[in-house]
């Protein structure tokens, strides 16, 4: 049978065939974890990385991961090759896993204890679509969030199925016509946008906000430090105020699949000129560079 496949439980099926039980507590409370991640031509870009990741967040949260990594990088590999694809986007799920059927549940049914029969994995491929080339040509837009992000939530450094703030979040933006969201949180310091972690630049310097602030830590984030390392950029984490991206001459987000992306304007506002700025283009470039040499293209 022809189609799309997708990794479940151990096995590749087509997309159709590839379904959860009703019981699944990842589809009841958002109980569980995911990773994204971008392939450059048949090569996914730090998969180690997403899945070291992937494995800390799920001993934190006391889910089983069922697959070792390698296995698991494995899956990756293979689902490629079955969908056929070069550059793509790839998802791996993780959850708790379903509840039996509230006849086999007996007391457990209904309640929120970690009895589950099984966890669930599933990994989901498909052709990567680029981001609009406007965004990178005049940079991005975004707003102040209005949902404010507690420090103190554990949560926030994991990358959880949790995601409604960043939904809220997200819908915001685009009802005030911009194309991303800041979270601030109640201590009044920035910390990351909706899909994306936030970097500023002043002076010369890179400034992101720590972990500490309520934020995960991004893969494409830490790239973005080794890249300032390596090449003499000086870079750190530091709390940042909102009236930093106000004094901020660049900025920009960054995650695995938009890699780094201008950050022009801020509540209708320019961030420096308005333009995108030296530094950014060049660790755009660093970055791309960097992808190309791990991966060996």
Known sequence: MGGRQAFLNGSFLVEDEAVVSIYD??????DGLFETLRTYRGKPFRLDAHLER?????????????????????????????????????????????????????????????????????????????YPARLYRFGAKAIISRIRRSPRSVLLQHKTLNYLNNILARTQAQESGADEAIFVNT??????????????????????????????????????LEICHRNCIPARENNLRLI??????????????????????????PIGDGRVGDLTRRLRGLYREMVRKELGL
């Open 54 to 130: 992937l494995a800390s967040s799920a001993a934190f949260l006391k889910i089983p991961l069922p697959f070792k990594k390698e296995e698991i990088k494995e899956a990756v590999y293979e689902l490629l090759r079955r969908n056929r694809l070069s550059d793509a986007y790839v998802r791996i799920t993780l959850t708790r896993g379903p509840y039996g059927p509230p006849a086999r549940c007996g007391k457990s049914s209904g309640r929120l204890g970690l009895e589950t029969e099984q966890a669930t994995l599933f990994i989901v491929s498909r052709q990567f679509t680029p």
């Open 25 to 30: 507590r990842g589809l009841l409370y958002g």
């Open 244 to 269: 930093a991206l106000a004094q901020a001459h660049e900025a920009f987000l960054t995650n695995s699949l938009m890699e780094i992306m201008p950050l022009c304007f801020i509540a209708g506002k």
């Open 187 to 224: 201590a009044g310091f920035l910390t990351e946008a909706t899909v994306s972690n936030l970097f500023v630049v002043k002076e010369g310097q890179v400034f992101t906000p720590p972990v500490s602030a309520g934020l995960l830590p991004g893969i494409t984030r830490q790239a973005v």
